[in-house]
């Protein structure tokens, strides 16, 4: 099922992760990083809070990308985006070709989504979009007090939870994910302050 045969120290990983939900439009940035050690580039779109652009916003950041040929791992922080916009990691891999893993720092409450998602348009596309990421696998990382959880496509648990811990180097979350945090986290404090 995996489509990287072997795992190098310095194996290509985008990061992605969302800002904050001040505006309509909600920054996503993605890291681009060799391992979890070095970070080679950044990237950033925007995507509709509460929307259904997600999936195609991230597919075509990906591929529009310098970086495009050399990323062996897309990683995701959840597989919903400013607010309930649903990412479909299915649909990612077969239009990249790149393998792709969710993160996420706790066990979803699927009957609490399953609720919120009954405000929005579209709620039963949505919740097939979130339960076609498929069975969920705990991780060991740094902080063995506090695993972390793991959905993929195109790439077997094993291997992606051997990525996940090579990548986190500084915590139990991989470095892609938590960098593309952090300068998300900036540029929106940045905006909001009037300081970008």
């Known amino acids: 099922m995996s489509s990287i045969s072997h795992i190098k120290p310095e194996i290509r990983i985008l990061g ?6 001040i505006s309509d439009q909600i920054l996503i ?8 050690e070095w970070l080679d580039g950044v990237m950033s779109s925007r995507i509709t809070r509460d929307g259904m652009d997600g999936t195609e916003t991230i ?20 597989v919903t985006y400013g607010g309930f916009n649903p990412v479909d990691i ?9 393998s792709v893993i969710v993160l996420m720092r706790a066990l979803p409450d699927l009957d609490m989504i399953r609720a919120a998602l009954e405000h929005l348009p579209q709620s039963r596309e949505r919740m097939r979009i979130i339960q076609r ?6 991780v060991v990382t ?13 790439i077997d648990t094993d291997t992606a939870c051997q ?10 979350i991989p470095e892609p994910l938590r960098v593309a945090h952090l300068i998300a986290t900036g540029i929106i404090c940045g905006e909001s302050c009037g300081k970008a």
């Open 16 to 21: 992605i992760d969302d800002s904050a939900l």
């Open 142 to 154: 740094k902080d063995v007090s506090n695993p972390v959880f793991i959905q993929c496509a195109g």
């Open 59 to 78: 597919i075509n950041m990906t591929t529009s990308s310098k970086h495009y040929g050399q990323i062996r791992v897309i990683m995701l922080d959840g």
């Open 133 to 138: 990421a498929g069975a969920i696998t705990r």
């Open 163 to 172: 990525i996940v811990t090579l990548a986190a180097t500084r915590s139990n």
């Open 90 to 98: 299915v649909r990612i891999h077969e239009a990249t070709g790149i």
């Open 29 to 36: 940035v993605g890291a681009f990083f060799r391992g979890g």
